[in-house]
Nanobody, 127 residues
Framework: QVQLVESGGGLVQAGGSLRLSCADSGRTFSTYAMGWFRQAPGKEREFVSTISWSGGTTYYADSVKGRFTISRDNAKKMVYLQMSGLKTEETAVYYC????????????????????WGQGTQVTVSS
C-alpha cells in the first residue's frame, strides 16, 4: 500500500524558496515514478515535475524550468521539490503523486497516469 504525505509548504515572499518533501510509507517506492502537481483555487490541477524510479530522468513544466528541481532518495522513500524564484501566481496546493506503471513506459505529465496521491501541502507566495 502506498501512502504519500507531503510537507514543507508555507508562506514565502515572491522570489523566495521552499523545499517540498513527500514521504512514502509503501514497500515499493523505488519502483514508482513520482510527480508533483499543483492546483490553484478555481483552476485545474497542473503538472509541475516528474522523476523516474531511478532518478535518471526528470521533466518539468515549461513555467518552472530552471527554477524548480525534483529529486528523490529511494533509501529514505522520499521525493523532493526544491522551488526557487517563486511567483505569486504559483500559490497553490502542491500534490505528490506516484505511478506504478512499468518503468519501460516513458514518464507522463498527465494526472491520470498517476495512481496514488497525497493530501497536498499549501504553498502561498506573497507579493
Amino acid at each position: 500500500q502506498v501512502q504519500l504525505v507531503e510537507s514543507g509548504g508555507g508562506l514565502v515572499q515572491a522570489g523566495g524558496s521552499l523545499r517540498l518533501s513527500c514521504a512514502d510509507s509503501g514497500r515499493t517506492f523505488s519502483t514508482y515514478a513520482m510527480g508533483w502537481f499543483r492546483q490553484a483555487p478555481g483552476k485545474e490541477r497542473e503538472f509541475v515535475s516528474t522523476i523516474s524510479w531511478s532518478g535518471g530522468t526528470t521533466y518539468y513544466a515549461d513555467s518552472v524550468k530552471g527554477r524548480f528541481t525534483i529529486s528523490r532518495d529511494n533509501a529514505k522513500k522520499m521525493v523532493y521539490l526544491q522551488m526557487s524564484g517563486l511567483k505569486t501566481e504559483e500559490t497553490a496546493v502542491y500534490y505528490c503523486a506516484a505511478s506504478k506503471k512499468s518503468p519501460l513506459i516513458p514518464l507522463q505529465r498527465t494526472a491520470a497516469w498517476y495512481d496514488y496521491w497525497g493530501q497536498g501541502t499549501q504553498v502561498t507566495v506573497s507579493s
